[in-house]
């Protein structure tokens, strides 16, 4: 590796920045530090795309009506235009917006955050009652008193595509991504941050970023070590008799919150299963590593039962089973911002961060170039 910067001290540098972790936050920092002219040297334990953390199972939702709170909205709409950017960058297709559903109580909670959300937020999102819903999307069960919200923006990711292709795009462009390269300690010195790895090796940056996901508590201080958790989410795919039903031109994205479950699943990318995921809550784990794939029975009832009361048409049985991990805080929020002088972590995602991942890489850029932006001050790690 050549070494061509230098720290305000005269220090030679490795690179600009590091980044540890290229998963769905690191990943996209990599791209977007690029575009800007910033040498990056990014780690990755193991390889861009993997299954082993958060970015497996080949699709993530995407929507703007979005019931967790209107603050995320100005990420989502960045990163709706930053999807396209990319995509065009990498020729690749990875956001179809084939429209999204929620379905709930017409009184919960949940339905009239949602709608004063996307009311607060000029996010156009139309109301069908169950009976527009029977005539119009068939494949949804509905219970007594249920109605649906529609956000015509929403679609689904090609999650592992998009860590690709924002990999591929950012290498393109100068950044050095070190493949099964561990990062075993960071120790800010000085005007620069020593990155240190299993193999014995050490680099030197002028900043480094922390994402990587699951595998981020160990860098975190302290006070904030002790807010996050690592989490099984569990997926789960079926098949039906009539996958045609469940293409994305018939079958738009949805999340089901209600009769004490809550489920969300995608149209069918593969024209042969469908994948549902939420039935069974994410629950932590004692480490990354620790992670089963596999479902128990317990498992797969829990999941067949939601199935068949919410989605009769698919087999209720799944046909395939898979499980990843992912960092959650104790209040659900991100953790994007400074924790030292020099290190500046976006972890802690809680499930919820692909939609948003390009925005929010675009807000960490920012913040190591000294601009914090004071409408994220709610994912700021200063919180605990």
């Known amino acids: 590796m050549s070494h061509t910067f230098t720290s305000r001290s005269g220090r030679e540098l490795d690179a600009q920045v590091g980044i540890v972790g290229t998963g769905t936050m690191g990943s996209m920092l990599a791209w977007q530090l690029a575009r800007r002219g910033v040498q990056v040297l990014a780690f990755e334990r193991f390889s861009p795309g993997h299954d082993r953390g958060a970015v497996g199972g080949e699709t993530r939702l995407f929507r703007l009506a979005y019931a967790e709170g209107h603050q995320y909205v100005p990420l989502l709409r960045d990163s709706l235009r930053l999807w396209r950017e990319l995509e065009e960058e990498a020729g690749a297709n990875i956001l179809a917006q084939c429209g999204g559903l929620t379905i709930g109580d017409s009184g919960s909670d949940y339905i009239a955050g949602l ?9 156009p999102v139309a109301v069908l009652s169950t009976a527009e819903v029977a005539e119009r999307y068939p494949q949804h069960g509905l219970l007594d008193g249920e109605i649906a919200v529609l956000d015509e923006q929403a679609g689904y990711l090609r999650c592992e595509q998009a860590v690709l292709s924002a990999t591929r795009v950012a290498e393109r462009s100068g950044v050095e991504v070190l493949r099964y390269t561990e990062v075993t300690e960071l120790v800010e010195d000085g005007d620069s941050v020593l990155v240190s790895t299993a193999d014995g090796s050490s680099y030197r940056v002028g900043q480094v970023v922390v994402a990587a996901g699951s595998w981020s508590a160990r860098f975190l201080p302290d006070e904030l070590a002790g807010a996050v958790q690592s989490r099984r989410v569990l997926l789960s795919w079926f098949g039906t008799d009539d996958i045609d039903a469940y293409r994305p031109d018939r079958f738009p994205i949805f999340i089901h919150h209600g009769g004490g479950r809550h ?11 469908v994948k549902i995921a939420g039935a069974v809550a994410a629950h932590p784990v004692p480490a990354p590593e620790a992670v089963q794939p596999r479902h128990s029975a317990a498992e797969i009832r829990e999941v067949a039962d939601a199935v068949g009361k919410f989605l009769p048409g698919l087999d209720p049985e799944p046909i395939r089973t898979d499980a990843f991990t992912d960092l959650y805080t104790t ?3 991100p953790l994007v911002g400074r924790v030292g002088e020099r290190t500046v972590v976006t972890t802690g995602h809680s499930g919820r961060g692909f ?4 925005g929010v890489a675009a807000v960490v850029a920012d913040v190591l170039s000294g601009n914090d932006d004071p409408r994220y001050d709610f994912m700021s790690p200063k919180r605990f």
């Open 331 to 333: 209040d659900e929020r």
């Open 355 to 358: 939609k948003y991942a390009p």
């Open 263 to 273: 489920v969300y699943g995608m149209p069918t990318v593969d024209g042969v299963m």
């Open 115 to 123: 709608l004063a959300n996307a009311r607060d937020t000029d996010v």
